[in-house]
């Protein structure tokens, strides 16, 4: 059975830094494109970033250089490291799979920005 | 402001039709670029509803189609039950933005 699963949220301060984790089953990550979605409180969905199957990454230009994602595939695990967080990347983040659109999509994990 | 745009919220009785439109422009669905719909049921994730436009996932009811023309795109649900109750979104390609997926601003359905 194809699952992907968040960890890694959590209150953080302005200016601090937090590593989110996907968990992949039933699929390998290095075989698909993996994406990383986040709903602010109360709105709609934004589309944060990607990672290729051939390694290639991509992201909003509202996370550019301060996120980063990666992947490890022997954990078939991918990250989304946060880094320079601001106030409204307060969100619950979504790990889904694939290209087009997303077919599998993780439970998510809330992340809070505040002082 | 959202690249796609969604009513902000529609109504129907059980039984009753009801569509949600999924407005573009010509560098998304204009484009021919694909549309596809996720169902939000409250406090869950995004869920895979129609995919290409008029395909259904394994496991979604017939009641929800999908369909495409020009630069817009529409969801019909048919037969409304309660349990359909959520939030809609719409999702596709621009060729004019460094984004892989662009999203409308959902629909919040209400099942009277």
């Known amino acids: 059975e194809v699952q992907v699963a968040e960890s890694g949220g959590g209150l953080i301060q302005p200016g601090g830094s937090l590593r989110l984790s996907c968990a992949a089953s039933?699929?390998?990550?290095?075989?698909?494109?993996m994406n990383w979605v986040r709903q602010a409180p109360g709105k709609g969905l934004e589309w944060v970033s990607v990672?290729?199957?051939?390694?290639?990454?991509y992201y909003a230009d509202s996370v550019k250089g301060r996120f980063t994602i990666s992947r490890d595939n022997s954990k078939n695990t991918v990250y989304l490291q946060m880094n320079s967080l601001r106030v409204e990347d307060t969100a619950v983040y979504y790990c889904?799979?694939?290209?087009?659109?997303?077919?599998?999509w993780g439970q998510g994990t809330l992340v809070t920005v505040s002082s | 402001q959202s690249v796609l745009t969604q009513p902000p919220s529609v109504s129907g009785a059980p039984g009753q039709r009801v569509t949600i439109s999924c407005t573009g422009s010509?560098?998304?669905?204009?484009?021919?670029?694909?549309v596809h719909w996720y169902q939000q049921l409250p406090g869950t994730a995004p869920k895979l509803l129609i995919y290409?436009?008029?395909n259904r996932p394994s496991g979604v009811p017939d009641r929800f189609s999908g369909s495409r023309s020009g630069t817009s795109a529409s969801l019909a649900i048919t037969g409304l039950q309660a349990e359909d109750e959520a939030d809609y979104y719409c999702?596709?390609?621009?060729?004019?933005?460094?984004?892989?997926?662009?999203f409308g601003g959902g629909t919040k359905l209400t099942v009277l």
């Open positions: 889904a799979r694939g290209n087009d659109y997303g077919d599998y």
């Open positions: 290409g436009n008029t």
């Open positions: 990672i290729y199957s051939g390694g290639s990454t």
């Open positions: 039933g699929f390998t990550v290095s075989s698909n494109y």
């Open positions: 999702q596709s390609y621009d060729s004019s933005l460094s984004v892989l997926w662009v």
């Open positions: 010509s560098s998304n669905i204009g484009a021919g670029y694909d």
